[in-house]
T-cell receptor, first 114, second 113 residues
Framework: AQSVTQLDSHVSVSEGTPVLLRCNYS??????LFWYVQHPNKGLQLLLK??????LVKGINGFEAEFKKSETSFHLTKPSAHMSDAAEYFC????????????FGTGTRLTVIP | NAGVTQTPKFQVLKTGQSMTLQCAQD?????MYWYRQDPGMGLRLIYY???????DKGEVPNGYNVSRLNKREFSLRLESAAPSQTSVYFC????????????FGPGTRLLVL
């Protein structure tokens, strides 16, 4: 069973317009959720994480995500895209204890048009 | 503070050759991980080490071996490389325990011909 689904493989926005990257998860365990960003030829960098505290999580570089249990979603948003936001974004869910319960989405490539 | 470092950055192997990917972290983390990243797929866990002296299989361990040399270093070995092992390999570390953030190295791009 797929634990995390990123609904768009590619999103394209104009500079200065809002960004929405969608992520849905499935977990019978109270999940921890993460968004990572990967710039070309770089490792993954943590943007933000949800671990059962506030449902609206603020991250670095102006990104935020809202945990919606009823919708099993953890969408990533940013009010105004910057050229430097162009990258691959991964939604990650931890469905239980242990390293084998961490699942990565397939990624969403964000393109920012000048 | 370099974080997680990996060597080499790039490698080309012929089928059947062996090699070891090196990973080191300077954050005093207990847990370390090896992932592979393939086009159109999320990262998949190969092996992990929850603490010094222990290693466990992940989702895709076949064809690989690992060594947790000490708290800092965690190596991944391909004994007889196959074209299916062409991938980008990422090492990560964390303080340990559920929910802890993982910190990733820059990756090793491996091409097996």
């Amino acid at each position: 069973a797929q634990s995390v689904t990123q609904l768009d493989s590619h999103v394209s926005v104009s500079e200065g317009t809002p960004v929405l990257l969608r992520c849905n998860y499935s977990s019978s365990y109270s999940p921890s959720l993460f968004w990572y960003v990967q710039h070309p030829n770089k490792g993954l960098q943590l943007l933000l994480k949800y671990t059962s505290a506030a449902t609206l999580v603020k991250g670095i570089n102006g990104f935020e995500a809202e945990f919606k249990k009823s919708e099993t979603s953890f969408h990533l948003t940013k009010p105004s895209a910057h050229m430097s936001d162009a990258a691959e974004y991964f939604c990650v869910v931890r469905t239980g204890a242990g390293a084998n319960n961490l699942f990565f989405g397939t990624g969403t490539r964000l393109t920012v048009i000048p | 503070n370099a974080g997680v470092t990996q060597t080499p950055k790039f490698q080309v192997l012929k089928t059947g050759q062996s090699m070891t990917l090196q990973c080191a972290q300077d954050m005093n983390h207990n847990s370390m991980y090896w992932y592979r990243q393939d086009p159109g797929m999320g990262l998949r866990l190969i092996y992990y080490s929850a603490s010094e002296g222990t290693t466990d299989k992940g989702e895709v361990p076949n064809g690989y071996n690992v060594s947790r040399l000490n708290k800092r270093e965690f190596s991944l070995r391909l004994e007889s490389a196959a074209p299916s092992q062409t991938s980008v390999y990422f090492c990560a570390s964390s303080e340990g325990g559920s929910g802890k953030t993982q910190y990733f190295g820059p990756g090793t791009r491996l091409l097996v011909l």
